[in-house]
């Protein structure tokens, strides 16, 4: 019987990406739109709010993605 063990491969080293962070509200950002929603009487309110908070999350997006583009690159 032999006492040497045949070598096993190396595994393949693989990338390891960044887990996504989910984002954290507060408790008075989580009541503001339900808040805002409940307030709306007439046809196409309800849309218009919920379209508002789309523009303002792109909008903070934006200028998230446009001061990392003008950051110094190290």
Excluded: D, H, W
């Excluded at 040497?4 to 393949?12: D, F, I, W």
Aim: aromatic fraction near 2%; include cysteine.
């Amino acid at each position: 019987m032999s006492t040497m063990t045949k070598a096993l491969p190396l595994a393949n080293e693989t990338e390891v990406t960044a887990k996504a962070q989910r984002r954290r509200f507060t408790a008075a950002e989580k009541l503001r739109v339900p808040r805002e929603a409940y307030r709306c009487t007439k046809p196409g309110e309800l849309s218009a709010v919920l379209r508002r908070e789309g523009l303002v999350e792109q909008t903070r997006e934006i200028a998230r993605l446009q001061a990392r583009l003008e950051a110094p690159k190290v």
